[in-house]
């Protein structure tokens, strides 16, 4: 602390300094701009209050799902597109989507952790469109999208959520409306004898992934090397899917395997709109990197799909 006779001395030296201080800021900015100012920085703090707003607003939970419109969507002629991922945080398809500039609407629905409660969620006839009748419902209460009806419909999922997908592709007519399938480490599927793949058990991936190669839908996949005892793991489903496709493995040369977050990938399968990417890991946390790493791997080809042509 200072002494208190230097104190006497610097108290009017100090004051002095603040008046011309203060002085010097009145003869810089007239009451009449230092008023604009003081507008100006009202406004914008008023067009980020209605921004974050608008953002919570974009933001509807509904029985087991969380809908999400990204905050550069825009319908489009009248209609609005749609991508119902199962299992997943929501905010982590929030970020992905926002990443990937999908311009669609997003549910993530989660069931708990086990495939069963996915599948027995949509065996029923007209689960899926009560879940897509929900939606829209949810959708209007946003604003984002008035009077706009559904388009285009993608199905994702990670891990457990795959069961759903299956679920939905079973329903009579419901592989009809869905455009395009993305899978995040999955899917999985069962033996018949110990070490042999259920055969009919993957005609419903056969089916989707020969209308993709066709050019009329798209399904894209990325698979673990996590091993698994008692069912086939995603490197052996999606390994059979391949050989029932006559899809060959392309193996990625070493310089482009890095992929995001550090994935190390193992090869690549490309036929018109079916994509797959095998990739390293074996842990919980190379599981969950693909859910993660979405945006850079399966998003893309959605985006693409998806895109408005270009004006002539």
């Not at 610097?10 to 003081?38: F, Q």
């Not at 946003?142 to 388009?151: E, F, I, K, V």
């Not at 842990?283 to 790493?293: E, L, M, P």
């Amino acid at each position: 602390m200072l002494p208190s006779s230097l104190l006497r001395h610097l108290t009017p030296a100090l004051t002095c300094l603040a008046v011309l201080a203060l002085a010097d800021v009145a003869r810089a900015e007239p009451p009449a701009v230092r008023s604009v100012a003081a507008q100006e920085a009202v406004v914008r703090a008023g067009d980020h209050a209605a921004e974050q707003a608008r953002l919570e607003a974009s933001r509807v939970k509904f029985g087991h799902a969380d809908l999400y419109v990204p905050t550069f969507f825009q319908p489009e002629g009248g209609t609005y597109d749609l991508v119902v991922h199962f299992h997943g945080i929501p905010s982590l398809q929030e970020d992905s989507f926002e990443r990937a500039h999908v311009n669609a609407v997003v549910v993530s629905v989660n069931l708990g952790i086990a495939s069963d409660a996915y599948s027995n969620a949509f065996r029923a006839p007209g689960s899926f469109d009560q879940l897509l009748q929900q939606t829209q419902r949810a959708l209007d209460h946003t604003g984002r999208a008035p009077g706009a009806t559904l388009g285009r419909v993608a199905l994702s999922a990670w891990s457990a959520g795959f069961a759903s997908v299956s679920a939905i592709l079973a329903q009579p007519g419901a592989a009809d409306r869905v455009d395009a399938v993305l899978l995040e480490d999955g899917p999985h599927t069962m033996y018949d004898a110990p070490g042999h793949i259920y055969e009919p058990g993957l005609a419903k991936w056969v089916r989707f992934a020969q209308a993709a190669m066709r050019g009329d839908k798209l399904f894209a996949l990325t698979h673990s090397s996590i091993p698994t005892i008692g069912y086939p793991s995603t490197t052996e489903t999606i390994g059979a899917l391949l050989r029932e496709t006559s899809v060959a493995k392309v193996p990625t040369a070493p310089a482009y395997a890095t992929g995001p977050r550090g994935m190390r990938e193992i090869y690549e399968s490309h036929s018109g709109g079916f994509h797959v990417a095998g990739f390293e890991g074996q842990t919980k946390n190379d599981h969950i990197d693909h859910i993660k790493g979405m945006s850079e791997t399966v998003l893309p080809y959605l985006r693409a799909r998806w895109a408005p042509p270009p004006n002539p």
